[in-house]
C-alpha cells in the first residue's frame, strides 16, 4: 500500500463515493427548500395549484441521480473498464 493515501487506488475510489453522495445530498436539500418555497409562494398567490409541475419534474430528475448515486451495478464502472482491458491485453 502506498504510503500517501491519495496514491491508494481504494482511497480514490471512496472519495469519488463521497463526492457523489455529497452530491446528492446537496440537491435534495435544495430540492426540499425550493419545493417548500414554491408550494408557499403557490398557496399565497394563487388558487389554482401549479407546484405540481416544478415537483413533478425535478423530482424526475432527483430520482435519476438518486438511482445513478445508490444503485450498485454499474454499467461501464471501473470494474467493467479493468476487466475490458484485461481481455484486450489477453488478446494481444
Known sequence: MPSDPILDPRYRDAKRRVDALKGFYIHLLVFCGVITGLAG????????????????????????????????????????????IDKQLKKM
Open 41 to 84: 409562494i403557490n398557496m399565497i398567490t394563487r388558487d389554482d395549484w401549479w407546484v405540481q409541475w416544478p415537483l413533478l419534474g425535478w423530482g424526475i430528475g432527483l430520482l435519476v441521480h438518486c438511482a445513478t448515486v445508490f444503485t450498485p451495478f454499474r454499467l461501464f464502472g471501473p470494474d467493467w473498464e479493468q476487466r475490458e
